[in-house]
């Protein structure tokens, strides 16, 4: 398989070489040309130096022949923007990471489901250690061809969650409203900004990203 990755930081590096060790094509995308110098001495991936935000750069890194892209810089923003014109470009999953947890909503609203936020996801694995929790449980039971979906609600889906009309195999398990984690029922009724997650099997999740895609968004 073949990932590109923009941005050369730590854990950019890092999971490049991991991907390297495990037999995958890997493409860095840095606009410091001396950072290149220095890594490609150290790793022995493909390097393009430029603006990975510019369509025009990520246009040299093949997206129709890539299966990931890693939106890894130090700016949140940079890394939205770039996700974005990945995703247009037709890159076949783009991956975003995100430092400051108030553009998670964000992120959702403009379709983008696959988010890290690193200091979130190291915290609740130091909380969850030090309560005697196995952080690995509930990525352990989501496998095979179950999946989980996330969107934002807006206006026409302020319903009850049992008229959703959600496919089959697919059921809500939890809503973020205002911040506040909430396990609904099926007379629970959604209000426009909740951010819903949805369980449902492989099949059926192009049909949620085709219902729940942001207008902008749709190609």
Known sequence: MRAVIIGASKVAVRTAQLLLKRGHEVVIVERDKECIDALS??????????????????RETDPGGTHLLFA???????????????????????????????FEHIC???????????SRTIGRYLADLFEGRDPLELSAMIRDEARAFAFVAREQDEVEIRDLQLPESSRVICIYRDGKFVVPR????????????????????NELIERWAPVAGRR
């Open 108 to 118: 959702l609203e403009l379709g983008l489901e696959d988010i890290v936020i690193p």
């Open 186 to 205: 099926g007379d629970t009724r959604l209000k426009s900004e909740d951010e819903v997650v949805i369980i449902t099997h492989s099949e059926h999740f």
């Open 72 to 102: 890894m810089t130090g700016n949140d923003q940079a890394n939205i923007i770039a996700s974005l014109v990945g995703r247009s470009l037709g890159f076949q999953r783009v991956v975003t990471r995100i430092e400051d947890p108030s």
């Open 41 to 58: 001495g150290e790793i022995d991936c493909g390097f393009v130096h430029g603006d990975g935000s510019k369509p025009a750069i990520l």
